[in-house]
């Protein structure tokens, strides 16, 4: 018998139903659907209309996740997400409420882009020290509601959704067990990805702030060479940990931010692009919820197949970044809504990586 250990049992995703394609995108914003697919692989993305919060696009994903580890009662609920429905208090014991789950602890993990990695560690490690058996991991986000309207560079590149898995306890030798992870921070860069107004920084000084300030801000080169960075050296060390050779590694599900910043991550670890699972394209980056997406898509697809050896990374503000190293098991997960089934090869045409990130 092998250590306990959490065990993927279910998998779910949503994404809401308002699609805007580069194209729309243009029609407001000095922009090209050619620059923004050649700069970062993404044609269209969802967003939702007024009215959604986070919370109901965690419930559609959660609610999926159950359904597919065929479970309507678990331990714990963790939500990544850094656009909660409120400031206080957190999102997650209302998703928890409104998916009928009683009086689970449920909370908040807030790191952004890594929120997913960092909730799924959290409750991985949950499971395996005995304190919960089951546990629901949402990723969910709805970053167009703090993008500034008149951005063209973030709102090309952020969509809204979530993802969300089911983990149950059973053993490390298991199809499925959750093997290891590796998660780290620098806060000395936290200016790199921001909201700067809003906090309680800006509160404590009772003034109102520019209004450019209570939108997201970002400095995209330097997230971008953060990005291939960390992921890969993260990923790399999960390796190391659960003992797989990088030739070992069947699929690489990295943070879906730009295409070229997967290249280039499959580049730095020394695997095929065609490992890596790739959905930007048609979903953007949707933040928390961008690896349990891909995860979706490329089970959907068949990319992903019962048995493969795959490594998650993340990378987001704060900084913040993790992986974590799992077997997959066999799952019956249903496609996203309103979106078309993934072409294979999954990756957009090869684009350059630009100097700065190599
Ligand atoms: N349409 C047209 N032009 C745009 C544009 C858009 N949507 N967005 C930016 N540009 C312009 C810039 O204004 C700049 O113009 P300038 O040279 O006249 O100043 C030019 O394109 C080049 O900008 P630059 O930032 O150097 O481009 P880039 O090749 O680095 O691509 C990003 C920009 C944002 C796509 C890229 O840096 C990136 O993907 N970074 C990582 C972002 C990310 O993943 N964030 C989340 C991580 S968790």
Same mark, same amino acid.
């Given at each position: 018998?092998?250590?306990?250990? #959490?065990?993927?049992?279910?998998?779910?995703?949503?994404?809401?139903?308002?699609?805007?394609?580069?194209? %729309?995108?243009?029609?407001?914003?000095?922009?090209?659907?050619?620059?923004?697919?050649?700069?970062?692989?993404?044609?269209?993305?969802?967003?939702?209309?007024?009215?959604?919060?986070?919370?109901?696009? =965690?419930?559609?994903?959660?609610?999926?996740?159950?359904?597919?580890?065929?479970?309507?009662? &678990?331990?714990? /609920?963790?939500?990544?997400?850094?656009?909660?429905?409120?400031?206080?208090?957190?999102?997650?014991?209302? /998703?928890?409420?409104?998916?009928?789950? !009683?009086?689970?602890? +449920?909370?908040?993990?807030?790191?952004?882009?890594?929120?997913? &990695?960092? +909730?799924?560690?959290?409750?991985?490690?949950?499971?395996?020290?005995?304190?919960?058996?089951?546990?629901?991991?949402? !990723?969910?986000?709805?970053?167009?509601?703090?993008?500034?309207?008149?951005?063209?560079?973030?709102?090309?590149?952020?969509?809204?959704? +979530?993802?969300? $898995?089911?983990?149950?306890?059973?053993?490390?030798?298991?199809?499925?067990?959750?093997?290891?992870?590796?998660?780290?921070?620098?806060?000395?860069? =936290?200016?790199?990805?921001?909201?700067?107004?809003?906090?309680?920084?800006?509160?404590?000084?009772?003034?109102?702030?520019?209004?450019?300030?209570?939108?997201?801000?970002? %400095?995209?080169?330097?997230?971008?060479?953060?990005?291939?960075?960390?992921?890969?050296?993260?990923?790399?060390?999960?390796?190391?940990?659960?003992?797989?050779?990088?030739?070992?590694?069947?699929?690489?599900?990295?943070?879906?931010?730009?295409?070229?910043?997967?290249?280039?991550?499959?580049?730095?670890?020394?695997?095929?692009?065609?490992?890596?699972? $790739?959905?930007?394209?048609?979903? #953007?980056?949707?933040?928390?919820?961008?690896?349990?997406?891909?995860?979706?898509?490329?089970?959907?697809?068949?990319?992903?197949?019962?048995?493969?050896? &795959?490594?998650?990374?993340?990378? !987001?503000? !704060?900084?913040?970044?993790? =992986?974590?190293?799992?077997?997959?098991?066999?799952?019956?997960?249903?496609?996203?809504?309103?979106?078309?089934?993934?072409?294979?090869?999954?990756?957009?045409?090869?684009?350059?990586?630009?100097?700065?990130?190599?």
């Amino acid at each position: 018998m092998t250590a306990r250990a #959490a065990v993927l049992s279910g998998l779910g995703g949503w994404v809401p139903p308002r699609l805007v394609t580069n194209d %729309q995108l243009a029609e407001e914003l000095d922009t090209t659907d050619e620059w923004i697919r050649t700069r970062t692989g993404i044609r269209q993305r969802f967003v939702v209309d007024a009215g959604m919060a986070t919370s109901g696009i =965690a419930i559609e994903a959660g609610r999926r996740a159950l359904r597919s580890a065929d479970r309507s009662r &678990v331990d714990l /609920v963790v939500l990544a997400t850094s656009t909660p429905d409120h400031p206080c208090p957190a999102t997650a014991p209302e /998703v928890a409420s409104r998916l009928g789950l !009683g009086e689970a602890p +449920a909370f908040d993990i807030a790191a952004v882009c890594s929120g997913f &990695v960092y +909730a799924l560690a959290t409750s991985a490690t949950m499971i395996a020290s005995g304190s919960v058996d089951t546990a629901l991991v949402i !990723g969910a986000d709805s970053f167009s509601t703090i993008l500034n309207p008149r951005d063209r560079t973030t709102r090309a590149i952020f969509g809204d959704g +979530a993802g969300a $898995v089911v983990l149950r306890a059973g053993e490390a030798g298991e199809r499925g067990a959750i093997l290891g992870f590796d998660l780290g921070s620098d806060g000395s860069q =936290a200016d790199l990805i921001t909201v700067p107004a809003g906090g309680s920084e800006q509160r404590s000084m009772g003034l109102l702030a520019p209004e450019d300030d209570y939108f997201f801000d970002m %400095q995209g080169r330097s997230v971008f060479r953060n990005a291939v960075i960390r992921m890969s050296e993260s990923a790399g060390k999960v390796a190391e940990r659960v003992g797989w050779s990088v030739g070992e590694i069947d699929r690489v599900i990295a943070h879906q931010a730009n295409v070229r910043i997967l290249h280039a991550v499959a580049l730095e670890l020394g695997i095929p692009v065609e490992r890596l699972v $790739v959905n930007l394209d048609r979903v #953007a980056n949707t933040v928390a919820a961008s690896i349990p997406l891909a995860l979706v898509d490329g089970v959907v697809s068949g990319h992903l197949q019962p048995d493969d050896q &795959v490594m998650l990374c993340g990378f !987001g503000g !704060g900084l913040t970044w993790g =992986a974590a190293g799992l077997t997959l098991p066999s799952l019956s997960v249903e496609p996203l809504p309103g979106l078309p089934l993934p072409t294979r090869p999954p990756l957009p045409a090869a684009l350059p990586v630009p100097a700065a990130a190599r």
